[in-house]
């Protein structure tokens, strides 16, 4: 059945009529900007006009915010302040890290290079990894087991001499599995010495990670990180790349000595300020909200999985961010799904958002070998800072109900 034949129905669901209050669980997709961290954007915006190039009193005063911000943001994942790189997005920071390290690596005489990527990336990375390849990059896949853990093992398999960049990330968006970011580090090291090189260098999107998880970048043991301000309740239009001293990396756009050459534009002050800030309120409440949305998603998970027969988790909990739950359902599609919630008053993804337009299944759900049918009732809830227990209770009322009349619907319109 598909989705788009259910319109009519859903304009006549009691939930279109009148108003309700709203429950958000799509924080994987974007994060509410912290109210706090709205204010400051505000006030710097006024406060401080000037372009941080300029060489005016307006454009001392906005690089000495800029860098003072870009100080605080260091400290928070112990990095130096010039390791720390401004971009737009995490697209734009993937997108550096990747072509950006190929590009410097075909200068230095490694005339094909070749990467790594897991199987279950962002499509930020994945279509670059694509892209690359079409021209010329030899690129290998990172399987993962049915929780969608990545083999150390096989990565070791797959390095060679050629190998310049590994990319697996730090949690998934998907399904919230967490990838062994200090062990592959450990085979990344290796590596280097056997084959006395600088390569292969280590990038890991940590995008989901940074509210839950340790993000020091020396413990870790990354040379390349990618950190969005929209998914940490910043900003939206900032992101950073901390790349470690000494990585050699090629600029990928022109026009502009900023951001230590490897990044030209005007740096928005602002938003740079509000996505330091956000940062310092997640290390404040890190460990609290860990708790207590772990013990909300359990409890959600518990109950939709007795409630609902033919439903299945995806991966296993006891290795994925405390927020993320994916599910799926026997018998209806994602779509449906994600609409019906919708007219309930409540938001949740069917897949990434970057993908949500796209037809078939999800590339994640099908890595951790699940059959295709399966896939098509595939549900994320990512919850926030704003979710309450009442909310989980609203999921637990309307999905089991959905669910039975999309099943009773699809029955009785195949006959």
């Not at 900023?258 to 330091?276: N, Q, Y």
């Not at 409440?285 to 949305?293: A, D, F, N, P, T």
């Not at 070998?369 to 990512?382: N, W």
Request: some cysteine.
């Amino acid at each position: 059945m598909r989705f788009e034949g259910l319109a009519l129905l859903i304009i006549e669901s009691e939930a279109m009529i009148g108003f309700m209050k709203r429950v958000y669980l799509d924080n994987a997709a974007t994060t509410p900007v912290d109210k706090e961290v709205l204010k400051i954007v505000f006030e710097t915006f006024k406060k401080y006009p000037g372009n941080p190039s300029a060489l005016h009193r307006e454009g001392v005063e906005a690089r000495k915010v800029l860098e003072s911000a870009r100080r605080k943001i260091a400290e928070i994942f112990f990095a130096h302040p010039d390791e720390i790189i401004f971009t737009s997005t995490a697209t734009e920071s993937n997108n550096l890290a990747i072509m950006g390290v190929v590009e410097e690596a075909r200068k230095n005489g490694v005339v094909k290079p070749h990467i790594i990527v897991s199987s279950i990336e962002h499509p930020a990375v994945l279509e670059v990894a694509k892209y690359l390849k079409g021209q010329g990059v030899s690129v290998d896949y990172l399987s993962v087991d049915g929780s969608g853990v990545i083999d150390v093992k096989e990565l070791r398999g797959l390095i060679k001499p050629e190998t310049v960049l590994i990319s697996v990330m730090y949690a998934n968006n998907e399904i919230g599995v967490i990838e062994p970011v200090r062990e592959i580090a450990k085979e990344v090291r290796h590596a280097r010495k056997i084959f006395n090189s600088v390569y292969p260098y280590f990038h890991t999107d940590a995008a989901q990670a940074v509210n839950y998880l340790n993000i020091n970048v020396a413990q870790l043991g990354v040379d390349l990180m990618t950190v969005s301000s929209g998914k940490v309740y910043g900003p939206r239009g900032v992101a950073l790349l901390y790349v470690r001293r000494g990585v050699q990396m090629s600029s990928l756009m022109y026009g502009g000595s900023h951001e230590m050459r490897r990044r030209p534009g005007t740096e928005p002050v602002s938003l740079v300020v509000g996505f330091a800030r956000a940062l310092e309120i997640v290390e404040k409440i890190k460990e609290k909200e860990l708790v207590r949305l772990e013990k909300l998603r359990n409890t959600l998970a518990d109950l939709l999985i007795k409630k609902i027969t033919g439903s299945e988790i995806n991966g296993n909990l006891a290795q994925t961010l405390p927020n993320i739950l994916s599910i799926s359902v026997d018998g209806c599609e994602g779509e449906a799904l994600v609409i019906y919630l919708d007219a309930k008053g409540i938001s949740v993804s069917g897949r990434s958002a970057c993908t949500s337009s796209e037809n078939g299944p999800s590339h994640v759900i099908l890595a951790l070998g699940k059959a295709q049918k399966e896939e098509k009732g595939v549900i994320r809830f990512s919850l926030g800072r704003d979710t309450k227990r009442d909310d989980i209770k609203k999921v637990v009322e309307e999905l089991p109900r959905i669910v039975e009349f999309l099943k009773s619907y699809s029955v009785t319109n195949t006959k």
